[in-house]
């Protein structure tokens, strides 16, 4: 049973400091997907990949979050510093030679 | 940017009965759309889809209308069930970028 992975599950950390996020996308799946969600917002994407190469980080604050596929089995989200507005669940969502995403269970960032 | 709203914030059926949850999407040049359920403490997991070229689409117990003339997507559930409570999401995509709407939450009375 293929699924999205996401570690870790839940991260709690204080203002300031670093948070990296990592996905395991589903074996085969070339697009990469990056989402926050919070309860004002709803889903929001913040970036994504395609054969490991970022086409758009546009809902991605730049000054703080970077997102990288260091290989076709590893995404990276990172913020530095991160700030309690961060707080959020972010979910990871891979996709294949269909348009359909298959989401990860989500990693629960909570900020001090 | 764009955006995606849903009609019902909540809704609440019987056991047993249909439910609908309606979706309207901005952009009329959107090709793709599909519907979501997340459940508590999970990723939300593809439920039905449908491309522009048609109206309508039917999976089991599921179907998709939409309706182009109104930017107008709904999502029926037929006979309800309790593991059906969740919160339903539609998405259009446009270019490979998918705008989530706000989310309906479905709350299924035994």
């Known amino acids: 049973d293929a699924r999205v992975t996401q570690t870790p599950r839940d991260k709690v950390t204080e203002m300031g400091q670093e948070v990296t996020m990592r996905c395991q996308p589903i074996?085969?799946?070339?697009?990469v997907f990056w989402y926050r969600q919070t309860m004002m917002q709803g889903l929001e994407l913040l970036a994504y990949f395609r054969n490991r190469a970022p086409l758009d980080d546009s809902g991605m604050p730049k000054d703080r979050f970077s997102a990288e596929m260091p290989d076709a089995t590893l995404a990276t989200l990172k913020i530095q510093p991160s700030e309690p507005r961060d707080s959020a669940v972010y979910f990871c969502?891979?996709?294949?030679?269909?348009?359909?995403?298959?989401f990860g269970p989500g990693t629960r960032l909570t900020v001090l | 940017g764009e955006s995606v709203g849903l009609h019902l914030p909540t809704l609440s059926v019987q056991e047993g009965d249909n439910s609908i949850i309606n979706c309207a999407y901005s952009n009329s040049a959107s090709d793709y759309f599909i519907w979501y359920k997340q459940e508590s403490g999970k990723g939300p997991q593809f439920i039905i889809d449908i491309r522009s070229n048609m109206d309508k689409r039917q999976g089991q117990r599921v179907t998709v209308l939409l309706n182009k003339t109104v930017k107008h997507l709904s999502l029926q559930i037929a006979a309800t069930q309790p593991g059906d409570s969740a919160v339903y999401f539609c998405a259009e995509s446009l270019n490979n970028q998918f705008y989530f709407g706000t989310g309906t939450s479905l709350t299924v009375i035994p």
């Open positions: 969502a891979s996709a294949g030679l269909t348009d359909t995403q298959y």
């Open positions: 074996l085969g799946h070339n697009t």
